[in-house]
């Protein structure tokens, strides 16, 4: 019998005995043990910190963001294995596409938030802070990975999405992780953590994983760790209130199952598209995954006269749906993980038939293709129906982890709201409407009690991603009962595993702090222009001082015709009465293309293109005959890699355009962006 090893301390050993015995979730035949008795976490920790972390703090966001990219394409082409022995979990091949392909790309979108990031270990947060009358003295933000480990605790039901949504986040933060996955399916998890391991691309010590219960693995968390959980609300409420974590105030990310809703607008009668999109979307939460997803509809809320209809279409599509072992091509929805959760399902599913009736489905009467119904951990899709919502509330308090929601009435748009509220915290609730009065109504009273809303009609629903699946760029947690937690979020998600700081000092000390210049730094001249630099020649805060020029009639009636921007402030003296002008002033994009004119070095060089312009702010009105010139000022640097052999080694550079007048004053000011080539091609 094949015993699941954990990967601690830089290798794979089995813990003490057997904790847990693991059966195929279609079959019923037992595959393997796993154990994590034996393990020593506080010397883990302490592995994880010396070596992880020291590594991945070194790195710069641009090169782990690489690194995630280099992990995701290499799991991508080991991706066959996974689906295989995804299977052994009750999945169906779109179950195990949203575990194993959706946690894949995770990485990829998570690799990708290295555009967002500076070139640096470490994060510049927001913009400075003028401290001082004259300016020597200023304030900024800094956020530094935590020297800490990220313990992640996962469920059962996304053994693969469940470990790379989390890690990739800490990794790219620059923060280790421990991952301990459930003991009933973490045989998937192992398997990709061996693949993991044998590719060499994270540093060693970055990721150790434990197979077994687990018990003690957050036991020597500290102040600069952080550690998230995902799934019961009572497991994550025990573990949140251990006495390290409440005296270490460590970081706990809480994320639990909650009573999702699915909410039908009152204009989506049967017949129109939102109906059939309705039906559609509860049917596929109710039986993906076989419901067990944390993000699974649970409560059915519709129109009251449209509850016969909703009722009577739900049926009809759910039986047409075929439960069974997924190597079958006619099923469409496999079994639950184990025959443990089969027992607790059935058991939540007993409470809630004390006060609402099942109308479609039944727990002991349903076939099954392809396996033995006893054997494996089948259960059929049930539906309740709740027609006193407000008063029968077994519904808003007892989730069955499994294919089970109930179907419920509301008066108005207000009255659903209500509704949706009793189930006292959510991570996500949906919202079927083609009119988007009702989707406004609904999402802004509705969205203090969500973590998330979607909103779905016939223009969305080709491309939407649908109710059930949370987006890396977006957060995803809730609050109340679904834990209050928040996890991924793109860049918000990066930061939860950072250290934010306030640093005061000098303009010039804090732009050697930030390696970004700030107002008031040291602003050498350039020599050569910097249009003539190669990136890695160029230094924070070297400036050309361009020449002069005097703002004549003539230029604003020329860009006026140019242009067609025939704004009465440019071209028409007369009309001035009344507004804060004192005469034509000139057009703030002739001072910007002005300045380009002014700063420019049109010769051939280093700098292959200009691609945009940030933050542009005309800040004084510049009349006829002002002077104006220019401080072109190297701002910050971003390294670029390279797409292959043949492109062209270069880096983003950020330069700021400070266009003064003659008394020193600035009347304009931006940021442009320009790709530089390096002047080393390897």
Partial sequence: MKSYQNYVLGGWVSG???????????????????????????????????????????????????????????????KRKYYELSAATGATRVDSWIDIEGGIGNLFANASLRRQFPDLPYYVDGDAVPLSKGGSFIGHHIMVPKEGVAVHINAFNFPIWGMLEKIAVNFMAGVPAIVKPSEFTCYLTELMVRDIVASG?????????????????????????????????????????????????????????SLNAAILGKDAVPGTPEFDIFIKEVQREITVKAGQKCTAVRRIIVPEDLMDDVQGALAARLAKTTIGDPSDKS????????????????????????????????????????????????????????DDPHNKLGAHNIECFGPVSTLMPYKDIEDAVNIAKLGKGSLVSSIITADDSIATDYVLNAASMHGRILVLNERCAKESTGHGSPMPMLTHGGPGRAGGGEEMGGVRGVLHYMQRTAIQGHPQTITALTKQFQIGADQPEANPHV????????????????????????????????????????????????????????????????????????????VLLNYGIDECRFTKPVYIGTTIGVRFTVKEKTNQE??????????????????????GETVGVATILTMVKKRDQS
């Fill in 16 to 78: 003490e005995g057997v904790e847990t015995e693991l059966f195929n979730a279609i079959t019923g035949d037992q595959i393997g043990t796993c154990s994590s008795v034996g393990l020593n976490y506080e010397e883990m920790m302490h592995y994880a910190k010396e070596r992880g972390g020291r590594a991945l703090r070194k790195m710069t966001f641009q090169q782990r963001g690489l690194m995630l990219k280099e992990l995701a394409m290499y799991l991508l082409k080991n």
């Fill in 201 to 257: 691309i994270l540093p060693e010590g970055a990721l150790q994983l434990v197979v077994g219960l687990g018990r003690g693995v957050i036991d020597f968390a500290g102040s600069s760790d952080v550690v998230t959980f995902t799934g019961s609300a009572s497991t994550g409420k025990v573990l949140s209130g251990l006495p390290n974590i409440q005296k270490e105030s460590v970081s706990f990310n809480l994320e639990c199952d």
């Fill in 331 to 386: 099923v469409r929805m496999g079994s639950l993980v184990t025959k443990l959760q089969v027992e607790r399902v059935r058991a939540n599913v007993e409470l809630l038939m004390k006060e609402q009736d099942i109308v479609i489905g039944d727990l002991d009467n349903f076939d099954v293709v392809g396996a033995d119904k006893e054997a494996g951990a089948f259960f059929s899709p049930i539906i309740f129906r709740n």
């Fill in 531 to 606: 249009f003539r630099q190669h990136f890695e020649d160029l230094n924070i805060g070297d400036t050309v001082f361009t020449h002069k020029h005097t703002v004549t009639e003539a230029d604003i009636s020329n860009f006026a015709n140019v242009s067609g921007d025939n704004f009465y402030a440019h071209v028409d003296a007369t009309s001035l009465d009344g507004t804060i002008f004192e005469q034509r002033v000139a057009h703030g994009y002739f001072i910007l293309s002005k300045a380009a004119g002014l700063f420019v070095e049109p010769k051939k060089g280093p």
């Fill in 642 to 663: 390279k797409r292959n052999d043949a492109d062209i080694a270069k880096g983003i550079v950020r330069f700021l355009v400070d266009i003064y007048d003659e008394t």
